[in-house]
């Protein structure tokens, strides 16, 4: 079955810098664009970014664009979010999820991000 | 930037239907999907593609988009579909990906 794990949160200062992992298993990995969404503690899911099956098209959301850079490593079935100049208002829970049809058919767990000032 | 709305709460006795509405402009000309969300649980897609529902989602989820508006239904509520509800489209001319507000349906 398809499992997408996510991993590499934790507290952090303003401005400083994280990276994000998400393992993937159970589908063709290297086939599937793959997305970031976050979610800010009681507030509503908010798209971050995607990648394309082989990593050639990137696009970001405007309020990550410039900071936040989106890759994989298809031999490792690994999908990554750099997050640098952090802000007290990147704090949220990001998913990694998979995209069929324009819609995100399976999500992770989701790991926390806490920007601390 | 393309922005999508829906209504903050819908409340809706058990047995009844509940629609929930979610608008944009010339949403009927994109593909709309809906997600689930309970508590501490990551979100699940209950409609996609306007009026599609994957496989392990009750038949009472249904789905229809035209014109400005898409709207998720859920016929014969049970307690258990008692969650947050957020709408998605696809903005072909930006190739991004937006989600509407959120709304909270509650089974009372």
């Known amino acids: 079955q398809v499992q997408l794990v996510e991993s590499g949160g934790g507290v952090v200062q303003t401005g400083e810098s994280l990276r994000l992992s998400c393992t993937a298993s159970g589908f063709t990995f290297g086939s599937s664009a793959m997305h970031w969404v976050r979610q800010a503690p009681g507030k509503g899911l908010e798209w971050v970014a995607v990648i394309s099956y082989d990593g050639t098209e990137k696009n970001h959301g405007d309020s990550v664009k410039g900071r936040f850079t989106i890759s994989r490593d298809n031999a490792r079935n690994t999908l990554h979010l750099q997050m640098n100049s952090l802000r007290a208002e990147d704090t949220a829970v990001y998913y990694c999820?998979?995209?069929?049809?324009?819609?995100?058919?399976?999500w992770g767990q989701g790991t926390l991000v806490t920007v601390s000032s | 930037s393309y922005e999508l709305t829906q209504p903050p709460s819908v409340t809706v006795s058990p047995g009844q239907t509940a629609s929930i509405t979610c608008s944009g402009d010339?949403?009927?000309?994109?593909?709309a999907s809906w997600y689930q969300q309970k508590p501490g649980q990551s979100p699940v897609v209950v409609i996609y593609q306007d009026t599609k529902r994957p496989s392990g989602i009750p038949e009472r989820f249904s789905g229809s988009n035209s014109g400005n508006i898409a709207t998720l239904t859920i016929s014969g509520t049970q307690a258990t579909d008692e969650a947050d509800y957020y709408c998605?489209?696809?903005?072909?001319?930006?190739?991004?990906?937006?989600f509407g507000p959120g709304t909270k349906v509650t089974v009372l």
């Open positions: 998605q489209a696809w903005d072909g001319s930006t190739a991004l990906y937006v």
């Open positions: 010339k949403l009927g000309d994109k593909y």
């Open positions: 999820a998979k995209v069929k049809m324009n819609s995100f058919d399976f």
